[in-house]
């Protein structure tokens, strides 16, 4: 089922019900028609749409930007009567009851709350798809691949839902990212957007299918070229002498996107239709027939929910058995793929416990220190500025500052870019760059997990992630909605954000984690005799590896070249090169090809096996795990030097990386058929993690259930080096400590 997101344009809407249903009042004279018909749409739109997350937008009173900026902005519009606005505070009741957030901004308008929304969670959530409801055109211009505009043509009952295509129709061919262009040529005259004036809405538009953008056809009109050429002399002389009008026309008509405001995609309820405050409302409104709806919608949702779930399985069932008819699983992973459904299914319904109360004291815990990051980096740059807004940013750091871009890219309007990546190029350059860093990573945790995980819970305070069981070409489970495998485990925040999440009174979490699963794999596939004997001796792979490489005795061996062995260690897994190993273990290049050379030397086995990989691949055109497994590598004979690059590091690392998989899985399924299914109401698995497995068990059979999956995790299959199950226990997943049965 697709991901979507409803913006509600509510000004609008309720605007556009006002004046399309009749003075409807209740038994006391109150005037009703504009709630009537708001929650009349918005009935419609859940049926239609089913959205997953639904956001509000208001507008504000008080002066606006564009009206600072034109004073004549919107002057042309009658002031709507006050018994429309006195309905407003009815509609923003009702939003409360049912959870759903509003956002607004002084001196903003509503649509662009909306374009701030859309750009925040387009990239934040990149499967979300967005529907804008509204009662007007003006954020046509925000429609594209994933985002689409429903609204109404005449009366209630006329609905047009634009994507592209429909806009392109619409406009004479015009793209969304084109509208604003329009206006700035032709005008506006709903907002008293002046235009060029002469410049109608069919000459606008021949004009932008020529030139693209309105800044294109003025620079060709400067250029004198042959285009501009072909511009009658009557509609060139209203061009150039309303050149700035219409530039600042355009400006005027083009929605704002860095609005102050964080958008949080939280989850909306429909069993918030059901409470109580909202049939006691509709009473007082005596809505009874929009009531009797809601009845019909708990019905449909219903329904709608048991055909997702058989639905959803009998998806997942077609993709497995297409990928054995296409080759990518054997008879093996086939088998086992359709074994994992029902655990995975299972996983995701019993969900994992939060402490709600106790992330909304660190909620307002990250707030403040957000705050404070924020004054320090006010502090150093002189003024307070938008820091969510890549423009102001740019200008603070490139400008007032003078920092030099040198070496950075430029983002497609040709401002130097502010994102992450360039950042960190700067980071020992200026001390504002080692704020802005801590401030973005405090500002994602908060808005990803902090803020919206208690959103996100069930009325049993439990969170429910979807897991994709096939989305990852080496067989990796991956985790979204919330993403429960990347909540972080590094750093005070991580532990913060983990003890929120609790064990049930009188059970415990227990985890399982396979102690260096995947180099026990290119032990066993490589064959290599030296790396299968440390394991065989318990001894601390990294650090013998070191002293195995560097020619020196284990006692000799030092925390740093235990550090530069480990990067190699996962390194070969990777397929990583001299250059990926000299930045990974902060070294120089001639150092690092000395290590690596001096580590095949004691590891041939493993040298042989990355030859005879790279060589089988460019032979079949793929690789596979030793379960069967296969990875295509289209690119791996190719002329060009990255794709080809690329191709040989994927398939070193399949085989050892796609094997893990498929032994986490075999467990998974293992341990649920042997032990969760017949202990249901005792042991719950939660969460697959990389190389762990997290359960749920009540305190009593603790003792006795812990043995059964650790050595059912690790008997999963035989190789030359021994699997290893470390297992820890905690009341709370921040709190875990080793555990020996």
């Known amino acids: 089922m697709k991901n979507v997101l409803l913006i509600i344009d509510s000004n609008s809407l309720i605007h556009r019900a006002y004046h399309a249903l009749p003075p409807l009042s209740t038994q006391k004279g109150e005037l009703i028609n504009a709630v009537y018909g708001f929650l009349q749409i918005f009935l419609r739109l859940l049926k239609e749409f089913h959205p997953q997350s639904i956001a509000a937008t208001f ?42 957030p509003i956002y607004e901004k002084q001196g903003f308008e509503a649509d662009d709350a909306i374009g701030t929304i859309v750009r925040q969670a387009t990239e934040q959530y990149p499967s979300l798809e967005i529907i804008i409801a509204s009662g007007d055109l003006d954020t046509l211009q925000l429609v594209s691949d994933r985002v689409r505009v429903y609204t109404l043509r005449k009366g209630m009952g006329d609905t047009v839902l634009y994507d592209k295509e429909g806009v392109a129709k619409r406009f004479g061919g015009l793209s969304p990212s084109q509208l604003p262009d329009y206006k700035g040529l032709c005008g506006d005259a709903s907002d008293n957007i002046p235009g060029v004036n002469g410049i109608g809405e069919k000459t606008a538009i021949q004009l932008l299918q020529r030139f693209g953008s309105i800044e294109e056809l003025y620079a060709s009109l400067e250029r004198e070229d042959e285009k501009a050429q072909a511009i009658s002399p009557g509609i060139r002389t209203k061009l150039l002498k309303g050149r700035e009008q219409g530039l600042f026309s355009k400006e005027l008509g083009t929605i704002e996107k860095a609005v102050p405001i964080s958008f949080v995609l939280q989850q909306f309820s429909f069993e918030n239709l059901f409470k109580p405050q909202v049939a006691q409302m509709f009473r007082e409104l005596e809505f009874q027939k929009l009531f009797q709806r809601i009845q019909e919608l708990k019905e449909e949702k219903r329904d709608a929910r048991q055909k997702e779930t058989y639905a959803s399985l009998y998806e997942a069932e077609e993709q497995i058995s297409q990928m054995y008819r296409e080759g990518i699983l054997s008879s093996r992973t086939f088998c086992l793929e359709k074994k994992l459904l029902p655990v995975l299914k299972g996983a995701e319904e019993i969900g994992m416990k939060i402490d709600v109360p106790y992330f909304q004291r660190l909620s307002s815990e990250a707030a403040k220190e957000i705050e404070e990051f924020q004054k320090t980096i006010y502090q150093i740059a002189g003024k307070e500025f938008n820091m969510n807004s890549p423009q102001q940013l740019s200008k603070v750091l490139f400008e007032d500052l003078q920092l030099s871009p040198k070496g950075l890219r430029k983002t497609p309007g040709r401002v130097i870019s502010t994102a992450a990546p360039e950042l960190e190029k700067l980071r020992h350059v200026h001390p504002i760059i080692e704020r ?26 439990r969170v ?36 929120g999440f609790i064990a049930e009174q009188g059970w415990k979490f227990v985890s399982f984690d396979y102690s260096q699963m995947e180099l026990r794999l290119v032990a066993h596939i490589s064959k290599d005799q030296n790396m299968q004997e440390i394991f065989a001796q318990g001894a601390d792979i990294h650090r013998t590896t070191a002293a195995e490489v560097f020619g020196i005795p284990l006692e000799q061996v030092t925390n740093e070249m235990r550090y530069k062995a480990k990067a190699l260690n996962f390194g070969v897994l990777y397929g990583m090169g001299a250059n990926g190993f000299a930045r990974a273990a902060g070294i120089s290049l001639e150092e690092a090809e000395e290590f690596i050379e001096n580590y095949f030397l004691q590891f041939p086995g493993i040298r042989e096996y990355v030859e005879h990989t790279k060589e089988f691949a460019r032979t079949h055109g793929y690789v596979e795990t030793l379960w069967g497994r296969k990875r295509f590598l289209p690119d791996i004979n190719s002329r060009v030097p990255h794709l080809r690059f690329a191709a040989e590091r994927m398939a070193i690392n399949h085989p050892i990386q796609g094997t893990a998989a498929d032994v986490m899985k075999e467990a998974m399924a293992r341990a649920w058929e042997s032990i969760c299914g017949s202990q249901a109401g005792s042991c719950r698995m939660l969460l ?39 297992m820890k226990i905690g009341i709370n997943w921040g709190e875990m400590q080793k555990y020996l049965s």
């Open 59 to 100: 507008d504000l009173d008080g002066p606006t930007i564009r009206y600072q900026k034109f004073q004549a902005y919107k002057a042309t519009r009658h002031k709507a009567p006050d018994e429309l606005y006195r309905q407003i505070p009815y509609v923003r009741d009702v939003l409360k009851v049912l959870q759903i």
């Open 688 to 726: 697959q993690i990389h190389d762990e497995l997290l359960f749920e068990l009540k305190d009593d059979i603790i003792t006795q259930i812990t043995p059964d999956i650790r050595r059912i995790m690790e008997r999963v299959e035989t190789f030359a080096v021994p699997l290893l199950v470390e």
């Open 464 to 499: 429910h992630t979807h897991f994709h069981q096939l989305g990852t070409a080496t067989g990796r489970i991956s985790s979204s909605e919330p993403n429960l495998q990347n909540i972080p485990i590094q750093g005070v925040w991580g532990t913060k954000i983990r003890k």
């Open 436 to 461: 802005l860093l801590e401030y973005r990573e405090l500002q994602k945790i908060f808005t990803t997990y902090i803020k919206t995980l208690p959103l996100l819970a069930d009325s049993n305070s």
